[in-house]
């Protein structure tokens, strides 16, 4: 996979609201990934989303990180770094360059189904309730020579019915066929909006990502987004999920759980604190007791990361 290039991670935030303990989890651990290795380290705004996402929320986020020691090399606010724009709503032109691509090759069509209509018609996937698209728009035969309709339409990838299988650093090998377990799925929005499958994937291929660090519930993701570095002929970086973090209902930290919002965690407490919460999560250390970044960094290793889908908060 990354063979020897050198090593460059990133964290990719949505600025849709002040970060959490669950958020902090996934920045300290892929900022150590990366600092053990000699590596760079980028920061990358998600803000695709233009209701949810807000700037004084990317601003926090980067005082955030700075405030608990994690420095980034490229990115942020200030564009540091020679890949920018590092906000992917500055970033339209490259999806649609690789979206102008996929439409050459004949692996993308439009399609013409509403999400009601997709919810109403198909039944939720049985271990987890996604719903699986059964392709109704999609050519008998493919590639196709793509022709842009008029009537809105939103443009899906064919997926390839066969098994795809990668090494997660925490979960293992992991095995899925696309066409089952994913179906054909959008790139571009009838609104025109970016899927996140797409932008991420260009993203982390035009930044030279070698490493993605990301929450578990993106493990799927992953086989859809190998799909694409393998219709757009990038290499595949190493993929590393972590556990969520969830609250002491089991459930996944969220805004409304404002105790564990960095708003509120400094408020009284020291970085040392909120990072040697994290450690005892991640099971760096054994006792949940303050630790600088150093020390964090100097028992990092991806072995010792829980295997399990959910950790419990931890509260500094
Ligand atoms: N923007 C995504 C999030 O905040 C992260 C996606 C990724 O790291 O690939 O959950």
Request: hydrophobic share 35%.
């Amino acid at each position: 996979m990354s063979g020897s290039r050198p090593v460059i991670g990133r964290f990719a935030p949505s600025p849709s609201g002040r970060m959490h303990l669950g958020n902090i989890f996934t920045a300290v651990l892929s900022w150590l990934s990366v600092r053990k290795r000699g590596g760079k380290w980028i920061l990358r705004i998600e803000d695709l989303d233009p209701q949810r996402s807000k700037p004084e929320h990317a601003e926090a986020i980067e005082d955030d990180l700075r405030w608990l020691g994690l420095d980034h090399d490229e990115g942020g606010l200030d564009n540091l770094g020679d890949n920018g724009p590092y906000a992917q709503s500055q970033r339209h032109e490259l999806y649609a360059e690789a979206l102008g691509r996929l439409k050459r090759a004949g692996t993308v069509y439009p399609c013409f189904c509403r999400r009601a209509d997709i919810m109403a018609t198909q039944a939720p996937h049985q271990s987890d309730g996604r719903i699986v698209y059964a392709g109704t728009c999609r050519p008998a035969d493919m590639p196709v020579k793509f022709t842009e309709p008029e009537r809105p339409h939103s443009i899906r990838i064919a997926v390839p019915d066969k098994e795809i299988t990668f090494t997660d650093r925490v979960y293992g090998q992991q095995q899925c066929n696309p066409a089952e377990q994913c179906g054909d799925f959008v790139l571009q929005r009838a609104d025109g909006a970016w899927s996140y499958q797409l932008a991420v994937v260009v993203d982390d291929a035009a930044m030279g990502v070698t490493e993605v660090v990301r929450g578990s519930d993106l493990l799927l993701s992953s086989v859809q987004q190998i799909c694409l570095y393998e219709e757009l002929g990038f290499d595949v970086p190493e993929f590393s999920h972590v556990p969520l973090v969830v609250n002491a209902d089991g459930v996944r930290l969220s805004k409304r759980d404002t105790g564990e919002s960095m708003a509120q965690m400094r408020i009284g407490h020291t970085p040392d604190q909120i990072l040697g919460a994290v450690g005892y999560m991640a099971c760096l250390t054994d006792r949940p007791q303050p630790a600088t970044i150093a020390t964090l960094l100097d028992r990092f290793s991806w072995d010792k990361i829980p295997r399990q889908m959910t950790v419990t908060a931890c509260r500094p």
